[in-house]
């Protein structure tokens, strides 16, 4: 007898389990099985999605209501509902919310989602994640036309189009400095934004060193910190067509954002005019910010400080990262802006309470994260 012999005729008079045919598992028991699975996982994503828009939206939409309630001249829900429909019988209510209180809110809802919009747009463009809408010079060439309207006393409405002209000049030269005789790079726009934004800084310090200091240097300095008080609906029709436009331009281009830090071999694979792109990106983050600028003056830390936040909850892929930024840009401004007219009897100045509330978040987020990182 061969060794194992034994064991293999034991192993033949085994009766053989043998499934009924409604038992056995056909071919395509599987791909079903799998595609029900990734049904599953596709629906649940799809509902997670729409959960989360409809909670961005909301945000900035609840952060408006609660403004529109607040301040030395308190609402309630209902009171704030009649003067919005104009059904109740309080003219002073509807007068403080039609013309004070809601332009103000409206305004910094545009303004801050226009600022974080493209503070992620120019994230994505100069693959850097401290870059801000002010990179290429745009706010301190806008600063500049403001400050000198109100040296030369010029009204509202001069004082936005000489803002909205400065912050044009301004990236305008920075496209012409970055061309140099090889071809434009984003690190020689870089440091062209950066000349230009030192350029006008200085020019703007000798706008305020020859103001008369008691009539012309107070409103000089109070508009450059940044403040929504002015707001009205005049100066809103002025500035709010650029901003919205600038913004839509990103909103529509967020799926292309992507591929912005692509060298210009790996954008040509997709089939995409890198120079187009970033021309399109710059002149919309352009439009943006000198708006902003010129409807409320400087207003710092939204458009680097959101956008990071955005990014480390809903990620960095653009396609969701531009609308995030927008509705929580839009409704932390306004909550910013309810505190600035609220917390004291003297209005605070915008920019100061966004520094101290953006600055500790941005080390927290840089103490959590261990570095920069997009």
């Not at 009766?15 to 598992?25: A, C, K, Q």
């Not at 209510?93 to 209180?101: G, S």
């Not at 303004?111 to 290429?136: E, K, M, R, W, Y």
Request: hydrophobic letters at 55%; a positive charge; one cysteine or more.
């Amino acid at each position: 007898m061969r060794p194992g012999g034994k064991v293999r005729r034991q192993a033949r008079r085994e009766p053989r389990l043998v499934l009924p045919t409604i038992l056995r598992p056909r071919a395509g028991d599987f791909l079903l099985i799998g595609e029900e699975e990734m049904l599953k996982r596709d629906t649940g994503r799809a509902g997670k999605r729409a959960l989360s828009a409809a909670v961005l939206l909301l945000l900035p939409l609840l952060a408006a209501c609660a403004s529109l309630t607040l301040g030395r001249y308190s609402l309630s829900p209902g009171e704030l509902l009649s003067a919005l429909t104009g059904t109740g019988n309080d003219p002073q209510a509807r007068t403080v919310l039609m013309n004070i209180r809601l332009p103000r809110v409206v305004l910094a809802l545009l303004v801050g989602g226009g600022l974080s919009a493209a503070g992620t747009a120019f994230q994505s463009l100069f693959a850097n994640p401290l870059a801000t809408p002010d990179t290429l010079g745009v706010a301190s060439g806008a600063s500049l036309g403001a400050a000198l309207g109100l040296l030369l006393g010029f009204g509202l409405a001069a004082v936005q189009v000489l803002a909205l002209a400065g912050g044009v000049l301004a990236v305008a030269l920075t496209w012409l400095v970055s061309a140099g005789p090889q071809r434009r790079s984003i690190v020689t726009m870089v440091l062209a934004g950066l000349i230009m934004s030192s350029l006008f800084s200085a020019l703007i310090s000798l706008v305020k060193y020859v103001a008369d200091p008691e009539s012309q240097l107070p409103s000089i300095t109070y508009w450059l910190m940044g403040s929504l008080s002015s707001a009205d609906w005049g100066s809103l029709a002025l500035g709010a067509p650029f901003l919205l436009g600038g913004t839509a331009v990103l909103l529509a281009l967020r799926w292309r954002l992507n591929i912005l830090p692509l060298s210009e071999d790996e954008a040509k694979a997709t089939g995409v005019n890198l120079l187009a792109l970033r021309t399109a990106v710059i002149l919309a983050a352009t439009m943006i910010t000198a708006a902003c600028v010129s409807m409320c003056g400087q207003v710092g830390w939204v458009g680097l400080l959101i956008p990071h936040i955005c990014r480390m909850v809903f990620g960095g892929n653009n396609q969701r990262l531009v609308p995030a930024s927008v509705c929580v840009g839009a409704a932390f401004l306004v909550i910013v802006d309810t505190l600035a007219r609220t917390m004291t009897a003297a209005e605070v100045p915008i920019s100061i309470l966004t520094a101290i509330i953006g600055a500790p978040v941005f080390v927290a987020l840089l103490r959590r994260t261990g570095g920069w990182s997009l």
